[in-house]
């Protein structure tokens, strides 16, 4: 006596149902966890990797303003001009200084997801910049002494302010390089668990359907025979 002989019609058709309950609950979990690590991704990409990659660019851009000012304001003879000149180096200064807090602040923040030369980097580029703000102000000091000092200006410019911003223009690169780097990487891995994910959840579609198939196809057949072999039953 077989399985299915030995079942009622009720015990058939339930058996039949809950097998595709069953399906249908192992196809919403697979699917559900896909979504969970797709989701962790993407997460990682917008709440952590995108701000940290918006603020390190915005500090290559900044560092770069900075250059331009604090060599403009050597430039420029006119004392207001001049004055002008200052004022938008130290406007810049302080919006540097501004996000290289923002983006210490998002690394301590995140500091489960960041990796060892972003960490690294982060703090040479804060030891760097107290080095290239004080060689500036040492620059300008020297510029303030006026033409007398002017040879001895541009030789520090040369020798000391340019080399020191330089190493800073360098490291913020890095670190921006770097980021960008981890967001395509984290892009990539995306684009593979979406594919992984919709290769799964077909796969297990196909055979749930044609289990489905097979089961509905033995559980009409032993019912017909049933009823077939007996009416009263």
Do not use: C
């Not at 210490?104 to 960041?114: G, P, Q, S």
């Not at 360098?170 to 780097?181: D, F, V």
């Amino acid at each position: 006596m077989t399985l299915g002989s030995s079942m009622n019609i009720a015990h058939r058709l339930t058996f039949g149902f809950g097998f595709a309950v069953l399906a249908l609950i192992i196809l919403s979990v697979v699917s559900i966890q896909g979504v969970i690590h797709l989701n962790d991704a993407l997460s990682f990409i917008v709440e952590i990797n995108a701000p940290e990659t918006d603020i390190a660019n915005k500090m290559v851009e900044t560092a770069q303003e900075i250059r331009v000012q604090y060599r403009q304001t050597l430039l420029d003879e006119a004392p207001g001009a001049k004055a002008k000149s200052l004022e938008r180096l130290q406007a810049a200064q302080d919006k540097f200084q501004k996000y290289e807090i923002e983006l210490n602040r998002l690394f301590e923040k995140n500091a489960a997801d960041t990796n060892a030369k972003e960490r690294e980097l982060s703090s040479q580029i804060t030891s760097q910049y107290s080095l290239a703000f004080a060689s500036i102000a040492k620059l300008l000091e020297l510029d303030g002494k006026g033409k007398t000092a002017r040879e001895e200006t541009l030789r520090y410019l040369s020798e000391n302010t340019s080399p020191a911003m330089s190493t800073l223009n360098k490291l913020l690169r890095e670190l921006a390089n770097e980021e960008e780097k981890l967001t395509n990487a984290t892009a990539s891995e995306v684009r593979k668990m979406a594919d992984t994910l919709r290769t799964t959840v077909i796969s297990l579609s196909l055979v749930t359907i044609v289990l489905l198939i097979l089961f509905g196809w033995a559980i009409t057949r032993s019912i017909l025979n049933t009823l077939g072999s007996d009416p009263g039953e």
